[in-house]
């Protein structure tokens, strides 16, 4: 998943937690792990964009919610990968 942010405002979103039915999860202790990252642009023509870790911080809402916090230094991209 792709993400605009401005620089220094925390952005959040929520993860829904879903049982092997599809159905909303209504309780939390689910273990997530999220990774956000932007993309600063290479140094030299020709080479890769560095990857910069952010940090982040998850919530566990106790009803199958996790409410996911961060702040992006720069205006850009960001990517962000959720695992369960």
Avoid: W
Avoid at 3 to 12: A, C, I, L, M, N
């Amino acid at each position: 998943m792709y993400h605009e942010v401005s620089p220094g405002f925390e952005t959040e979103f929520t993860i829904q937690a879903r049982n092997d039915l599809g159905e909303n999860r209504t309780s939390g202790r689910d273990n997530f792990e999220v990774s956000v990252c932007q993309f600063k642009p290479p140094a030299e023509e020709g080479a890769r964009p560095e990857r910069v870790e952010l940090e982040s911080s998850v919530h566990d809402l106790d009803n199958g919610k996790y409410n996911v916090k961060y702040s992006a230094p720069e205006e850009g991209e960001v990517e962000i990968r959720i695992l369960f």
